[in-house]
């Protein structure tokens, strides 16, 4: 059974900076689509940051370069560094890991992604 668990979530004020953690467990696939989506209230799931199946890191429009995706191969883990965060990168962030094969900007599409962790809220307050 895949699980994906997230955790670093929080309140920060405008300016400050989050790390958020993804323990994957059971997921046993390599080379395939993983990284961060979010969800603010009102909008679509978005991806912010994943690793396409050649290991090229891809950043959704809206990231500008302040958030770095990182993986630790011993730990199975997926890291999300934030800094620089704004009043409208509050969302929820969901771990997210697919069966499939993808490179590039595929695999920022919700589509393309087979497990979800359970998501954990950031809120930046300006």
């Known amino acids: 059974q895949v699980q994906l668990v997230e955790s670093g979530g929080g309140s920060v004020q405008a300016g400050g900076s989050l790390r958020l953690s993804c323990k994957l467990s059971?997921?046993?696939?390599?080379?395939?689509?993983m990284g961060w989506f979010r969800q603010a209230p009102g909008k679509e799931r978005e991806g912010v940051a994943v690793f396409d199946s050649s290991r090229e890191t891809k950043y959704g429009h809206s990231v500008d370069g302040r958030f770095t995706l990182s993986h630790d191969n011993a730990q199975n883990s997926l890291y999300l560094q934030m800094n620089s965060l704004k009043p409208e990168d509050s969302a929820v962030y969901y771990c997210a890991a697919s069966r499939t094969v993808g490179y590039g900007g595929v695999c920022l599409r919700e589509s393309n992604i087979d497990y979800w962790g359970q998501g954990t809220q950031v809120t930046v307050s300006s």
């Open positions: 059971g997921y046993l696939y390599r080379g395939r689509c």
